[in-house]
């Protein structure tokens, strides 16, 4: 049996695009928005707030343990819409094939696709499928955009950050970078660790509060990144207590084998909360509670001088300076 | 994994820290080297320097196998990248280092066929996989990589690859440190050596350094407690006036090292003088591949146009690199050079010492 390829012809506007779309995407990603196909989808808010983002989707490999390029590319905009303090509603999506894909695999994006839209409570509303020639793009290429509307509740900016507010994490950290990694041919390492891909809408709707200051969620360039962005937004110090850090053995061995810093390893499924101190252990608790932040720890807090950066107090007892990561990090020689 | 949080333990640490305290009490200024990159790193990252007295420096050495790698080198690697039908594989450290005129990775985004790697080995199955083009491996680092280098010239000769190539820029540590204690700028009162190293050449090549010179020598392992104890280790030498060869790192070093490692070192290398960049040529304190071997050597068997390699304005590498200065003392450091903008490989390499300094904002 031939494996089925996606062509150029599914691109052209054609009957096999037609009927592409009708068959894989309409289908799966089917409601009352979407199926009319028009030109523009028309949306009603009932809010007078909303939030809209769009991010690009070319990871690889395009499918590693834990998730695919489809899951990631819900995910990762339904929780850029999340930790704006919004709770996402429709999504566009846009994709981009490499002439020759094989049609097997991008049904499963597709499907996997339509269960984290269905995990995150979300609609696709709109679209674009491309096919571009051989060489052109690496595989599959997604961008999705969102509209979510913002909880009144929320009341998120660096401006109302202060010294004594609690830094929170909702679990162990860099597993998605570690699981990507090992999911690259190059590395023999075997292990079950699954990368953290998920929508953490639910998450952040459960502990949506004015006490809380800030969410980011640490994608790529880690938890480290996102506090150091955290402090020069606000202006204050950060400092954080590594021996609270919650991360998963595999993760750390991993990195203590290759010489990289979980730190500063992607996250696709954490959030990273500034709360007030009087109501961090009451938020904490209300995270603990669900199923996606049952591992959040208090890992430090604001301080009060303005420098604009997070120290570290290591476990073996000494302080240092937590930086950007720059450029990629790449595994040791020695 | 286990043994990871065990060798962080800050009680731990910290008594180990004031038993240094005690023991520094009274003594003049002591400068300790840190020989290997790793230790710098792990120094940094562990805010290690917090937690001992005014009176001791930790200084960094020459071992971060890509910083001692000499421009000529890269220029070489740049050139070798550029030839037809060639690949070079390499190690990621290497991709950003600015040779006088372009980097490997500048070479990469240009088009030229530069693949990186985790394994010597993996330049083999790349040969194997494309017969078409010439294979062409960076082989640089210190004894812990050389092994495994010659492991894959050992099976590229079993296999009869015709298209596996090696450009041999291995370096020797003990070469290295003899130099230093005999360069009189350089004021070094006791060494903290590497530890992978050590696990392959054993604790008796440092009898040299320790026995002839009368520099305390400490082999200790990478963790924060490994360190401290190392240098404890070391003050205590200096204090009671003694000079040997201490092993802190006993779980893994041995007195003779990894024998089947330095039979293939034996097997595939012989030593020859090799340059270092800052420092200069020192006398047998590189790897060839030997006579058996030769037909693997890049050098002999590609020409290449002359190239002119441009000397380092203002960086200063060669003197952090033999401890004379520290990175903050360059005109450069954190300014025109930075891990975005390197002008020197001490400043690219994950184990370099203007690295480190500069990623961990570290005291001098």
Redesign the interface.
């Given at each position: 049996m031939t494996m089925k390829r996606i062509t150029l012809s599914h691109g052209s506007g054609g009957k096999l695009m037609h009927d592409l779309i009708k068959g894989l995407f309409v289908k799966n990603f089917g409601n009352p928005f979407l199926n009319k196909l028009g030109d523009s989808t028309l949306i009603h808010t009932s809010v007078e707030r909303f939030a809209y983002t769009t991010d690009s989707y070319v990871i690889n490999p395009i499918f590693f343990p834990g998730g695919d390029i489809g899951k990631l590319s819900i995910c990762g905009t339904v929780n850029d819409l999340s930790v704006s303090g919004a709770r996402p509603k429709y999504i566009s999506c846009g994709m981009i094939v490499e002439e020759g894909f094989s049609y097997n695999e991008l049904e499963e994006i597709t499907l996997s696709m339509k269960a984290a839209c269905k995990k995150a409570g979300v609609s696709i509303v709109t679209g674009d499928f491309k096919v571009v020639e051989k060489g052109a793009a690496d595989k599959i290429f997604i961008n999705t955009s969102g509209i979510g509307e913002v909880f009144k509740e929320a009341r998120l900016s660096v401006d109302y950050i202060r010294p004594g507010d609690k830094v929170i994490v909702s679990g162990t950290i860099g597993d998605h970078g570690a699981a990507v990694l090992l999911a690259r041919e190059e590395l023999k390492f075997s292990s079950r660790l699954l990368s953290d891909c998920a929508p953490i809408n639910g998450l952040v709707s459960s502990v949506i509060c004015k006490d809380i200051k800030f969410i980011r969620d640490p994608t790529r360039g880690g938890l480290a990144t996102t506090l150091n962005e955290i402090s020069m937004e606000s202006s204050y110090n950060i400092g954080i207590d590594e021996s609270q850090i919650p991360i998963k053995e595999p993760v750390k061995a991993l990195c203590e084998i290759l010489g990289l810093e979980p730190l500063y390893m992607a996250n696709e499924g954490k959030i990273v909360l500034i709360v007030s101190a009087k109501s961090a252990s009451k938020v904490l608790g209300r995270m603990k509670k669900h199923i996606l932040g049952r591992d959040s720890k208090i890992i430090g807090e604001v301080e009060t001088r303005r420098d604009r950066k997070v120290y570290l107090k290591t476990k073996a007892g000494g302080t240092r300076i937590l930086d950007m990561l720059t450029g990629e990090q790449l595994p040791r020689i020695c | 994994?286990k043994y990871?949080?065990e060798f962080?333990?800050?009680k731990i640490?910290?008594s180990i820290?004031r038993a240094i305290f005690k023991e520094a009490v009274g003594l003049p200024h002591i400068n300790l080297m840190e020989v290997c990159g790793?230790h710098t790193?792990s120094i940094?990252?562990?805010?290690?320097?917090?937690?001992l007295p005014e009176n001791i420096s930790l200084i960094s050495g020459p071992g971060c196998?890509?910083c001692v790698t000499p421009k000529a080198y890269i220029d070489k690697a740049v050139a070798l990248s550029r030839l037809h039908g060639t690949i070079v594989v390499t190690?990621?450290?290497m991709?950003?280092v600015p040779g006088s005129y372009s980097s490997l990775e500048k070479e990469k985004s240009k088009g030229g066929l530069v693949n990186l790697?985790?394994s010597a080995l993996?330049a083999v199955d790349i040969a194997e996989k494309n017969s078409d083009k010439k294979i062409i491996f960076l082989g640089?680092?210190?004894e812990?990589?050389s092994p495994t280098v010659a492991t894959s010239v050992i099976y590229a000769k079993k296999k009869r690859l015709k298209n596996f190539f090696i450009y041999a820029g291995h370096k020797l540590i003990i070469p290295a440190m003899k130099a230093l204690v005999e360069d009189i700028e350089v004021n070094i009162h006791g060494f903290l050596c590497p530890a992978?190293?050590s696990t392959i050449i054993g604790t008796m090549p440092y009898n040299l350094i320790a026995k002839r010179y009368g520099r305390p020598c400490v082999i200790a392992g990478f963790e924060?407690?490994d360190i401290?104890q190392g240098i404890l280790m070391l003050i205590e030498q200096i204090r009671s006036k003694k000079s040997k060869v201490g092993n802190q790192y006993k779980r893994v070093v041995k007195k003779y090292g990894n024998k089947k490692a330095l039979e293939l070192i034996k097997e595939v290398f012989s030593p020859k003088d090799s340059e270092w960049r800052g420092i200069g040529i020192l006398p047998q304190s590189g790897l060839a591949l030997n006579k058996r071997y030769n037909m693997f050597d890049a050098e002999a068997s590609f020409r290449l146009p002359g190239i002119k390699t441009r000397p380092d304005t203002g960086c200063i590498c060669g003197s952090v690199l033999k401890g004379i200065k520290t990175p903050v003392d360059c005109k450069l450091f954190s300014k025109r050079c930075?891990?975005?903008t390197p002008v020197g490989s001490c400043m690219v390499s994950?184990?370099g010492t203007c690295a480190a300094y500069y990623?961990?904002?570290m005291k001098t």
């Amino acid at each position: 049996m031939t494996m089925k390829r996606i062509t150029l012809s599914h691109g052209s506007g054609g009957k096999l695009m037609h009927d592409l779309i009708k068959g894989l995407f309409v289908k799966n990603f089917g409601n009352p928005f979407l199926n009319k196909l028009g030109d523009s989808t028309l949306i009603h808010t009932s809010v007078e707030r909303f939030a809209y983002t769009t991010d690009s989707y070319v990871i690889n490999p395009i499918f590693f343990p834990g998730g695919d390029i489809g899951k990631l590319s819900i995910c990762g905009t339904v929780n850029d819409l999340s930790v704006s303090g919004a709770r996402p509603k429709y999504i566009s999506c846009g994709m981009i094939v490499e002439e020759g894909f094989s049609y097997n695999e991008l049904e499963e994006i597709t499907l996997s696709m339509k269960a984290a839209c269905k995990k995150a409570g979300v609609s696709i509303v709109t679209g674009d499928f491309k096919v571009v020639e051989k060489g052109a793009a690496d595989k599959i290429f997604i961008n999705t955009s969102g509209i979510g509307e913002v909880f009144k509740e929320a009341r998120l900016s660096v401006d109302y950050i202060r010294p004594g507010d609690k830094v929170i994490v909702s679990g162990t950290i860099g597993d998605h970078g570690a699981a990507v990694l090992l999911a690259r041919e190059e590395l023999k390492f075997s292990s079950r660790l699954l990368s953290d891909c998920a929508p953490i809408n639910g998450l952040v709707s459960s502990v949506i509060c004015k006490d809380i200051k800030f969410i980011r969620d640490p994608t790529r360039g880690g938890l480290a990144t996102t506090l150091n962005e955290i402090s020069m937004e606000s202006s204050y110090n950060i400092g954080i207590d590594e021996s609270q850090i919650p991360i998963k053995e595999p993760v750390k061995a991993l990195c203590e084998i290759l010489g990289l810093e979980p730190l500063y390893m992607a996250n696709e499924g954490k959030i990273v909360l500034i709360v007030s101190a009087k109501s961090a252990s009451k938020v904490l608790g209300r995270m603990k509670k669900h199923i996606l932040g049952r591992d959040s720890k208090i890992i430090g807090e604001v301080e009060t001088r303005r420098d604009r950066k997070v120290y570290l107090k290591t476990k073996a007892g000494g302080t240092r300076i937590l930086d950007m990561l720059t450029g990629e990090q790449l595994p040791r020689i020695c | 994994m286990k043994y990871i949080d065990e060798f962080r333990d800050n009680k731990i640490a910290r008594s180990i820290s004031r038993a240094i305290f005690k023991e520094a009490v009274g003594l003049p200024h002591i400068n300790l080297m840190e020989v290997c990159g790793t230790h710098t790193m792990s120094i940094g990252r562990f805010g290690i320097k917090d937690m001992l007295p005014e009176n001791i420096s930790l200084i960094s050495g020459p071992g971060c196998p890509v910083c001692v790698t000499p421009k000529a080198y890269i220029d070489k690697a740049v050139a070798l990248s550029r030839l037809h039908g060639t690949i070079v594989v390499t190690f990621g450290d290497m991709m950003k280092v600015p040779g006088s005129y372009s980097s490997l990775e500048k070479e990469k985004s240009k088009g030229g066929l530069v693949n990186l790697v985790y394994s010597a080995l993996d330049a083999v199955d790349i040969a194997e996989k494309n017969s078409d083009k010439k294979i062409i491996f960076l082989g640089i680092g210190f004894e812990t990589t050389s092994p495994t280098v010659a492991t894959s010239v050992i099976y590229a000769k079993k296999k009869r690859l015709k298209n596996f190539f090696i450009y041999a820029g291995h370096k020797l540590i003990i070469p290295a440190m003899k130099a230093l204690v005999e360069d009189i700028e350089v004021n070094i009162h006791g060494f903290l050596c590497p530890a992978h190293v050590s696990t392959i050449i054993g604790t008796m090549p440092y009898n040299l350094i320790a026995k002839r010179y009368g520099r305390p020598c400490v082999i200790a392992g990478f963790e924060p407690l490994d360190i401290l104890q190392g240098i404890l280790m070391l003050i205590e030498q200096i204090r009671s006036k003694k000079s040997k060869v201490g092993n802190q790192y006993k779980r893994v070093v041995k007195k003779y090292g990894n024998k089947k490692a330095l039979e293939l070192i034996k097997e595939v290398f012989s030593p020859k003088d090799s340059e270092w960049r800052g420092i200069g040529i020192l006398p047998q304190s590189g790897l060839a591949l030997n006579k058996r071997y030769n037909m693997f050597d890049a050098e002999a068997s590609f020409r290449l146009p002359g190239i002119k390699t441009r000397p380092d304005t203002g960086c200063i590498c060669g003197s952090v690199l033999k401890g004379i200065k520290t990175p903050v003392d360059c005109k450069l450091f954190s300014k025109r050079c930075t891990p975005q903008t390197p002008v020197g490989s001490c400043m690219v390499s994950s184990e370099g010492t203007c690295a480190a300094y500069y990623k961990y904002r570290m005291k001098t």
